[in-house]
């Protein structure tokens, strides 16, 4: 999923209500995308595994002793498991 997918799929649920704003928190960490050099490539076409993001943020999290990231990352995977696979319907054509 690309960064752009991830945005509105986020924005999707929230809309909806299936997503509240605190749940929305690890996406929308996962979504910042800050460039290594001031460059104008569009950077939110890439593909990217959100899950192993997440997965990488809870070992980081643990060695940090951080309860409060990883719980939210937790359930960020646990939300990111039960949509994985699904149509996410929005069109990203550019």
Same mark, same amino acid.
Do not use: H, Q, R, Y
């Given at each position: 999923m690309t960064?752009?997918?991830l945005q509105a799929w986020m924005n999707?649920?929230?809309r909806n209500g299936d997503l509240s704003l605190d749940e929305s928190r690890p996406f929308m960490a996962m979504t910042i995308n800050i460039p290594a050099e001031n460059n104008? #490539?569009?950077t939110?076409?890439?593909k990217i595994d959100f899950l192993e993001k997440a997965q990488e943020g809870i070992k980081n999290a643990r060695l940090k002793n951080d309860t409060t990231t990883l719980?939210?990352?937790e359930a960020a995977i646990n939300l990111m498991q039960h949509h994985q696979? #699904?149509?996410i319907g929005v069109d990203i054509r550019v």
């Open positions: 960064i752009d997918e999707t649920k929230i104008s #490539k569009k939110g076409v890439a719980k939210m990352l696979g #699904k149509t």
